[in-house]
């Protein structure tokens, strides 16, 4: 197995911070200064729109967004648009993907095929849809996926709802799919959805196994390697 | 995965064909495999000069966007319109119709720094 890093992040943060970090672990990861990392974070309530995003698929206008406490971003990864939020993990995995150790699955099975085996321990049957990307399960799409590689290099990621507060998804239209519905583990699971830490530490368990990476765990709030905590802090 | 003998490779997974000071640049059996089906190549413009190792086209599939470095520096002296109708030539036919973009090389000699088709082969993941 490879070696890697994964941060985690316990309070939100918001979208230019978590951008911001991955920018820079971007740049040493293709200067090969650090390791594959993996960020995992939950970000204050913010609506993106990918690469072709269309912002028809946008319900509200700027200023709506504005006072719902909403902020808005063009991303510049590939997928729609989507919501993010506190409940909801995002997994930004900034790995080198052009060399010998890459995956002939490829990296957008395994980033659905964490989430379908995340969903698996607690119970809950996950699945993959003919020509429709990410993890759905019968209640709808619970994880949404959208990456961008620069030399080869990836960020951006995948989303994974588990108690977030799906009121922003009404203000979209998700991933530009019109009518499917937005599924959560607390929509699904109720008064038996797992608590955040325990559901970040299966998504990083499975994203161990599937992308075949060991991971160094670190906690951005705790001591981080000095390379590391600079790339972090910025 | 298909590796042609007579083209040159960069580390980024793109080819060029070199021939009277023009590269035709294309991405990589290999490259458009990972990437799955494509749906749209951004393509650059025309008359612009870049150096080797500038950002000179974007190819996207259904959930993923991936940026193509010039492994030459020159001027862009055509583009593969039908990748705008047709972005699947890449999937399809990548080293022939699917590629990106020509340019008038500066320095020919800039091809020794790319590799040949026996070392990119151990470059890519075998399967």
Not at chain 1, 47 to 67: I, M, P
Request: hydrophobic share 40%.
């Amino acid at each position: 197995m490879m070696k890697a890093w994964s941060v985690s992040f316990s309070a939100p943060v918001p979208y230019q911070e978590g951008l911001d970090i991955q920018r820079r672990l971007l740049k040493a990861r293709q200067d090969n200064l650090i390791p594959d990392t993996v960020l995992i974070l939950q970000h204050t309530p913010t609506v993106t729109l990918g690469n072709r995003g269309r912002a028809n698929y946008l319900l509200k206008t700027e200023e709506e967004y504005r006072e719902l406490g909403i902020d808005l971003f063009h991303a510049e990864r590939g997928g729609d648009v989507t919501f993010h939020g506190p409940g909801q993990w995002v997994l930004y995995p900034v790995l080198y993907l052009g060399g010998n150790e890459a995956d002939s699955h490829g990296y957008l099975f395994n980033l659905e095929e964490t989430a379908i085996r995340t969903l698996g321990d607690y119970g809950v049957d996950g699945f993959r849809r003919e020509g429709k990307s990410g993890a759905w399960t019968d209640a709808g799409k619970i994880a949404a996926i959208g990456f961008r590689l620069k030399k080869w290099v990836s960020f951006h990621g995948m989303s994974f709802n588990v108690s977030n507060d799906l009121m922003g998804f009404s203000t979209i239209v998700p991933c530009g799919l019109v009518g499917e519905p937005v599924a959560s583990l607390k929509t699904i699971l109720g008064e038996e959805c797992p608590e955040m830490p325990l559901v970040r530490d299966s998504l990083l368990n499975h994203f161990s196994s599937v992308c075949n990476r060991e991971l160094e765990r670190f906690e951005a709030e705790g001591d981080l390697p000095a390379e590391l905590a600079a790339l972090i802090k910025g | 995965m298909s590796v042609p003998q007579d083209l040159f490779y960069a580390k980024t997974h793109e080819w060029v064909a070199l021939e009277d000071g023009v590269a035709t640049v294309g991405i990589s059996d290999f490259a458009q495999s990972q990437l799955s089906d494509l749906t749209f190549v951004e393509l650059p413009e025309v008359g612009t000069a870049f150096e080797a190792g500038d950002e000179a086209a974007v190819v996207e599939s259904v959930k993923a966007a991936a940026d193509v470095y010039a492994p030459v520096g020159g001027e862009v002296i055509a583009v593969n319109e039908a990748l705008e109708d047709a972005p699947e030539l890449i999937n399809n036919d990548p080293f022939g119709k699917g590629w990106i973009f020509k340019i008038k090389v500066n320095d020919e000699s800039e091809v020794d720094d790319m590799m040949d088709a026996d070392s990119y082969e151990e470059l890519c993941p075998e399967d």
